[in-house]
């Protein structure tokens, strides 16, 4: 792709797996699109998926994902953290090559034309594609939220929308499209449960306080956790880098006798962004971005590196075997969950490339087109969830070697093990949740595939069934390190869930299977 355009949609629903995955499911389809990260937050009742691709898909995309959120979120039901006055809340557009600012202003207004029209839903255009300076913030837009924005926006002509009637949806409340650069979420959480303390902090550290002239900052609580946390939007990193934000953080919160527990990147960050780091942290005097394995191998080999295919673990399977059979703990059951699921959604992909292009099935091949895509996108994720899960372990295993000693010490390290122990249940449920994905998948390309492929294709499904399984006994594993009662109750539903569910799949495919060949 020449022209990349990055968006960032935010919604209003972080504590119900499914329905986040139904939201990712939504944009995956989209030809010329693809789904780079997602993230779900129960204490901010969030969740952040990032895609990316040719301007005019992305703006589709963007649509398909939002009708999909007006139908799942009710913000009736909602309570959270995070300040919120959409199910799906915010809609920023991001230039990423080849294409301008004014280009991802063009297609904010055109993605609100359509959601307004489309959807029903009250548009605000904030940011770069604001048509008025009082909202170019989006805190300005959002001010009061859904409840007070319902009481206003019939009434008061400062509230109307720049799309659509001056009337809230019902359920799905409003949205905000814009335009900007990219920018870096960061929350660093603390070794207190004090919001006063957080609050205090965060207003030290914004901008608009006489802090930091390019962040956005506000102090949340995070129930599950008992901590309090900083959330931030650097939205300049180059001009206010991270470590500049958490250091004037980490020297507030010393003010008040608390340490820094972790901090955590929601979506994704430039690695620029990071290098500025190490450079800082590191007192490099030589640092350059040459100075980086990486890049040197991307500029030497670019023609070949571009010419493979991005995958997750080894390219050879008797490597991968070998490093599972190692004394390391990882790779381990995790990985070779997410592994067995790859392998499914390309047996999946196997069926469809041997559907499409023969006549016998021309009414259904732009339908197996469709799934080829999904199964496409939905390997590459796992295959990506290998490592993934390896690190995650990997990082559990580093929370548990910080010092002790101290009360300060033994706080920050239970902390970090918890933090560590809720990531290390992350990838297993995506796991879990991606296999899901391929064996519905699989259920409806067993309708209409080619009959010579379904003995693979019911082997696919028993191999989505099996990484199921498998994260979901990681999953479980996992749990028993996490102390949250509440947090590990609404997990162990989700496995249950999925798992009966996959298992239903599962057995009408190979019902289907053995009567066709009994």
Do not use: W
């Not at 949609?9 to 389809?29: H, Y």
């Not at 952040?48 to 959120?69: K, L, Y």
């Not at 926006?153 to 814009?178: C, K, L, M, Q, S």
């Amino acid at each position: 792709m020449n022209r990349i355009v990055e968006c960032v949609p935010n919604f209003s629903e972080g504590r119900n797996a499914a329905k986040v995955s139904q939201l990712v499911a939504a944009i995956r389809p989209v030809p010329g699109v693809r789904v780079l990260d997602y993230t779900m937050d129960a204490d901010h009742h969030r969740s952040v998926i990032t895609f990316a691709g040719e301007p005019e898909a992305v703006v589709e995309a963007a649509v398909r994902v939002a009708r999909r959120a007006v139908e799942l979120i009710d913000l009736n039901q909602h309570s959270g953290e995070h300040p919120r006055m959409g199910a799906i809340d915010v809609l920023p557009f991001v230039p990423v090559r080849g294409v301008t600012m004014d280009d991802c202003v063009a297609l904010a207004r055109q993605a609100g034309q359509r959601l307004a029209r489309e959807l029903q839903l009250p548009v605000y255009l904030y940011e770069r594609a604001a048509t008025r300076p009082d909202r170019f913030d989006l805190a300005d837009v959002r001010r009061g939220g859904f409840e007070v924005l319902r009481e206003e926006i019939g009434i008061n002509p400062d509230r109307h929308p720049d799309f659509g009637e001056a009337r809230i949806h019902p359920t799905a409340g409003a949205v905000a499209v814009g335009a900007r650069p990219l920018l870096i979420a960061c929350n660093i959480n603390l070794a207190t449960d004090d919001l006063s303390i957080a609050k205090n902090i965060a207003r030290a550290v914004r901008g608009r306080d006489g802090g930091l002239q390019f962040v956005k900052a506000l102090g949340f609580e995070l129930k599950e956790r008992g901590q309090v946390q900083v959330s931030m939007n650097l939205v300049n990193y180059e001009a206010t880098p991270i470590f500049r934000a958490f250091e004037l953080v980490k020297r507030e919160a010393e003010r008040y006798g608390v340490a820094v527990t972790g901090t955590e990147i929601v979506g994704l960050v430039p690695q620029a962004a990071l290098n500025a780091c190490t450079d800082f942290y590191l007192r490099m005097e030589n640092f350059s971005e040459d100075l980086v394995l990486e890049n040197r191998l991307r500029a030497a080999f670019a023609e070949q590196i571009e010419e493979q295919p991005p995958v997750g673990v080894a390219v050879s399977p008797t490597d991968f075997a070998d490093a599972v059979a190692s004394a390391n703990p990882t790779p381990g059951g995790g990985s070779v969950a997410a592994y067995a699921g790859a392998l499914a959604a390309a047996l999946g992909a196997m069926a469809c490339n041997l559907t499409i292009g023969r006549r016998k099935f021309e009414g259904v091949e732009t339908e197996v087109r469709d799934i080829l895509t999904q199964l496409e996108q939905l390997g590459e994720d796992l295959r990506l969830a290998v490592r993934e899960d390896a690190e995650s372990f990997d990082r559990v295993i580093a929370a548990m070697r910080l010092p002790r000693g101290s009360e300060a010490n033994e706080l920050a390290r239970a902390s970090a093990i918890e933090e560590a122990s809720k990531g290390a249940v992350a990838v297993p449920l995506r796991v879990a949740e991606g296999a899901m994905q391929v064996l519905e998948l699989l259920d409806e390309l067993s309708e209409i595939c080619n009959p010579n492929v379904f003995a693979d294709l019911a082997v696919g499904a028993q191999m989505a069934l099996t990484a199921i399984r498998s994260a979901g006994y990681n999953t479980l594993s996992n749990l028993t390190s996490i102390s949250d009662p509440e947090f590990t109750r609404l997990r162990r539903l989700e496995v249950e869930e999925l798992v009966t569910r996959a298992q239903e799949i599962a057995d009408e495919i190979e019902e289907r299977f053995l009567n066709r060949y009994s």
